[in-house]
Nanobody, 129 residues
Framework: QLQLVESGGGSVQAGGSLRLSCAAS????????MAWFRQGAGRDFLAAIS??????WYSDSIKERFTISRDNRRNTVDLQMNGLKPEDTAVYYC????????????????????????WGQGTQVTVSS
């Protein structure tokens, strides 16, 4: 079993920055990719990173402002968020994929919520205008 714990959420004014971090523990040897989502109408994909090669995928809505990174030794994945806007206010979730996946497929249609089986509890981000 894999446990994911997010941290780094909080309140910030528009234009500010936050760095979210997700720490994985347990079956970390089974991680193939990790990602960040946020709760909108549904759970919206933001960014993903392959665990071995560090390849990244981003939602078009945030790719100019957010950066995902991972530290395999510490088993962490971070989301650097710059130029935050009030519409970025949401609960942010970390997720992990525990089985192999097709990077070609993700290049074509992008990662989606069903692609990930392990989820953290979420961290609140609030951006005020």
């Amino acid at each position: 079993q894999l446990q994911l714990v997010e941290s780094g959420g909080g309140s910030v004014q528009a234009g500010g920055s936050l760095r979210l971090s997700c720490a994985a523990s347990g079956r970390t040897y089974s991680i193939y990719a990790m990602a960040w989502f946020r709760q909108g109408a549904g759970r919206d994909f933001l960014a993903a990173i392959s665990w071995a090669g560090g390849n990244t995928w981003y939602s078009d809505s945030i790719k100019e402002r957010f950066t995902i990174s991972r530290d395999n030794r510490r088993n962490t994945v971070d989301l650097q968020m710059n130029g935050l806007k009030p519409e970025d206010t949401a609960v942010y979730y970390c997720a992990a994929r525990m089985v192999p996946f097709s990077e070609t497929g993700w290049n074509a249609w992008g990662p989606r919520q069903p692609d990930f089986s392990s989820w953290g509890q979420g961290t609140q981000v609030t951006v005020s205008s």
